[in-house]
């Protein structure tokens, strides 16, 4: 017979994505992650695709964006670590095209047993010509997958 700790979630990752909506996302996951005395990695990718627009990759943004990410969930990653049913909190910003760099750099690195996401507003327009991440995470990874609206 299956017990709580067979069928609970072990490391619990949260992609964000820097909207308005993070925290409530954060917040989510961190009680997911307590709930199940699991690991909790928090995830951002800076958008190269939009940093390319401009002709070129222009690098010297790139650390004040990731300090600029690490100190707007500050707050909440200090409540996560204070919590101690959360063995362990990481976060881990990556540059990139956000597909590809959440599923090989973050993903495929880390191996969640959940990923939860935010469900992003998009207008109907950039849905149908980019989709979305809850999609892509949907389509593109073996474990759960949880979407906070």
Do not use: W
Request: a negative charge.
């Amino acid at each position: 017979m299956a017990t709580l700790n067979d069928i609970g979630y072990k490391k619990v990752f949260v992609s964000l994505d820097g909207s308005e909506q993070q925290d409530k996302v954060l917040s989510r996951a961190i009680v997911v992650a307590a709930n199940n005395g699991a690991e909790l990695y928090i995830g951002h990718v800076i958008d190269s695709t939009v940093l390319e627009t401009a002709g070129a990759f222009p690098s010297d943004l790139i650390p004040g964006m990731d300090k600029a990410f690490r100190e707007s969930i500050e707050p909440l990653v200090t409540e996560a670590k204070a919590n101690d049913r959360i063995p362990k909190v990481e976060i881990q910003v990556k540059t990139g095209r956000i597909r590809e760099t959440l599923k090989e750099e973050l993903l495929d690195v880390i191996k969640p047993d959940l990923v939860l996401c935010g469900a992003r507003g998009l207008s109907s327009i950039k849905y149908a010509l980019l989709g979305s991440i809850s999609t892509f995470l949907l389509r593109n990874t073996d474990c759960d997958i949880l979407v906070v609206k």
